[in-house]
């Protein structure tokens, strides 16, 4: 069984940075097509990014695109996303979850119906 495990978060000023990472164990890291997912207090859990297995795709949502980057090193069974110019509206929980794709690996899923396996969370905070 696949066990994810976020880190990075933490309380920052609005227009700062934070890299959160997701380590993945148990599990062929280089067949998962990875995604990040935020929800903040009060509302749904929300894509924010995903990148394919291969790590040649990847995919934002709107209201990050231009500021976050992701990206995975294969061999670290880690998968990062770079946040810059964060905003007090970024304030929520960030996860990492898994899918398996083995069939297509240039393949970015943005729907949370098709992870099987969740991290906890790392807590971003953004002050203004």
């Known amino acids: 069984q696949v066990h994810l495990q976020e880190s990075g978060g933490g309380l920052v000023q609005a227009g700062g940075s934070l890299r959160l990472s997701c380590e993945a164990s148990?599990?062929?890291?280089?067949?998962?097509?990875m995604g990040w997912f935020r929800q903040a207090p009060g509302k749904d859990r929300e894509f924010v990014a995903g990148?394919?297995?291969?790590?040649?795709?990847?995919n934002f949502a709107n209201f990050v695109k231009g500021r976050f980057t992701i990206s995975r090193d294969n061999a670290k069974s880690t998968v990062y996303l770079q946040m810059y110019s964060l905003r007090p509206e970024d304030t929520a929980d960030y996860l990492c979850?898994?899918?398996?794709?083995?069939?297509?690996?240039?393949?970015?899923?943005?729907?949370?119906?098709?992870?099987?396996?969740w991290g906890q969370g790392t807590q971003v905070l953004v002050s203004s």
């Open positions: 979850a898994v899918v398996v794709s083995v069939f297509d690996s240039s393949r970015v899923y943005e729907d949370e119906g098709v992870y099987r396996v």
């Open positions: 148990g599990g062929p890291f280089s067949l998962y097509a």
């Open positions: 990148i394919s297995r291969n790590g040649l795709t990847t």
